[in-house]
C-alpha cells in the first residue's frame, strides 16, 4: 500500500523521483534542493517550488521545528502520484525521537498542526505533532497519515474527513477526542489520556480496525452515525462507554472487541437497525457489560482478558487469557503488510509490528 517512489529501494531520480530534502535546523540556505548535503527549509519544501506530484519531502529527525502556522502543501499529487512526506532518522543516522521529526506549533491558536487538503494526495508519515491550538493533524479525503504521533494539541489530535486513511498513529493528551472521523479508515491506531472520546465518529462510512482506546475520559469508541463499524478493537479503562452508539444504527456491526474496565457499559448500543454484534469480550465494566436491544448478539465471552501488561500499555493477551477463545483472525500477527515501519511508539528487536496474537490490540 506504500507509495512505490520511497519504498522500492534506492533514493532520489535514481528511483523515479524528485527528493527535497529539508535542514536540520530550518534554515534555507540552499532553495528547493534536492541534495540531502544541500537541504531547503520546511517552508520552502511545502511551497510552490517544492514537493509536487511524484516526488517526496524528507524532514530530516534532528530536533523541533517550531511553527506558528499549520504546516501545509502548496502543489498536488494524484491517485498516480502522491506527494510523500516522510520523516527520517538523519539518512539512517541515531534518532532523536524515535525516527520522527517533531513539529512544534507552540500553542498557537487558531491553527492546525498539519492541514492537508482532500485535493493534496498525499502520504504523510513519521511525524511527532504538537501542541496546535486546533487539531494535531487535519487530513482529507484521498489522503493517509501514517505512523504519526500527535499529542498536547488544543482541540482533537487527527481530524479525518472524508474518506482518509489512518494507519499506525497515536493520539494522546489532547484537549478534545483523539480522533474526530467524519469518514474514513483507521487501521491499528491508539488514543489515549485524551479530555474527550478516544474516538468519536460523526459521519457515515466510519470504520475502525484493530484500534485501542484507553484510559480516555469520555467513552473509547463514540459513533454517532449509522453504520460506523469497530473491530478488533480494545477500549479499556475509559470514562464512559467502552463503546457507545448514540445515533439509531442502521446496519454496521460490532465484532470481535475487547471491552473492560470502563466506567459506564462495555457497549451501548441503544435500539438499533440490522447492527450485529459478535464475538466481544467483556470484563469490568462498571455499569453493566452492554445495554440495548433489538440486534443480533452472538458467541459472547467474559472474564478478565489477563492483558500482558496494561499498566505499561501493553494489550497483548497472556496465553491463559479468557479472552483468547474468541473467533478472531489470528493471521494479522505474522503477515501484517506494514511491518517494515514498526508500530506507534516502540518497535520489537526486528523493527516489526508487536501486535497482539489473539486480542484487538497493539503493544505500544
Not at 528511483?15 to 535546523?25: I, R
Not at 480522533?179 to 474514513?184: K, L, T
Request: with cysteine; proline share 2%.
Amino acid at each position: 500500500m506504500q507509495p512505490t517512489n520511497i519504498f522500492g529501494g534506492g533514493s532520489g531520480t535514481a528511483n523515479g523521483y524528485t527528493a527535497h530534502y529539508v535542514a536540520h535546523d530550518g534554515t534555507d540556505t540552499y532553495a528547493n534542493a534536492t541534495n540531502s548535503a544541500t537541504p531547503c527549509s520546511l517552508a520552502t519544501a511545502m511551497g510552490a517550488g517544492g514537493g509536487a506530484a511524484g516526488d517526496v519531502v524528507f524532514i530530516m529527525d534532528s530536533g523541533t521545528y517550531t511553527r506558528t502556522t499549520a504546516v501545509s502543501l502548496t502543489n498536488n499529487g494524484s491517485t498516480a502520484a502522491y506527494i510523500v512526506v516522510a520523516g527520517i532518522d538523519n539518512q539512517n543516522g541515531a534518532n532523536s525521537n524515535g525516527g520522527r521529526p517533531i513539529i512544534d506549533l507552540q500553542d498557537t491558536g487558531g491553527v492546525n498542526g498539519i492541514s492537508v487538503a482532500s485535493n493534496n494526495v498525499s502520504w504523510w508519515e513519521n511525524l511527532d505533532v504538537r501542541q496546535a491550538g486546533l487539531a494535531g493533524v487535519s487530513i482529507g479525503d484521498r489522503n493517509i497519515a501514517y505512523n504519526i504521533f500527535s499529542h498536547d494539541n488544543g482541540s482533537d489530535g487527527f481530524d479525518v474527513l472524508g474518506n482518509a486513511v489512518v494507519i499506525f498513529c497515536d493520539s494522546s493528551l489532547n484537549a478534545g477526542n483523539g480522533f474526530f472521523v467524519s469518514s474514513g479508515e483507521i487501521w491499528y491506531c491508539r488514543s489515549f489520556d485524551n479530555s474527550g472520546d478516544g474516538f468519536q465518529t460523526n459521519g457515515e462510512a466510519a470504520h475502525h480496525f484493530w484500534c485501542q482506546a484507553f484510559d480516555n475520559t469520555v467513552d473509547g469508541f463514540d459513533c454517532n452515525h449509522h453504520s460506523s463499524n469497530v473491530s478488533f478493537c480494545t477500549a479499556d479503562g475509559n470514562g464512559g462507554d467502552g463503546i457507545s452508539y448514540t445515533a439509531t444504527i442502521k446496519g454496521g456491526f460490532t465484532f470481535g472487541n475487547i471491552l473492560s474496565n470502563n466506567g459506564a457499559y462495555g457497549l451501548n448500543v441503544g435500539t438499533p437497525k440490522l447492527h450485529m454484534t459478535l464475538f466481544n469480550h467483556f470484563h469490568g465494566n462498571t455499569t453493566a457489560a452492554k445495554s440495548g436491544s433489538g440486534y443480533l448478539s452472538a458467541d459472547e465471552t467474559t472474564g478478565d482478558p489477563d492483558f500482558t501488561n496494561a499498566a505499561s500499555d501493553d494489550f497483548s493477551l497472556g496465553a491463559f487469557s479468557n479472552a483468547n477463545n474468541l473467533e478472531l483472525s489470528t493471521t494479522y500477527a505474522g503477515t501484517n503488510p506494514f511491518t517494515d515501519k514498526g508500530t506507534v511508539g516502540t518497535e520489537d528487536a526486528a523493527g516489526g509490528v508487536k501486535m497482539a496474537g489473539d486480542s484487538g490490540g497493539m503493544v505500544g
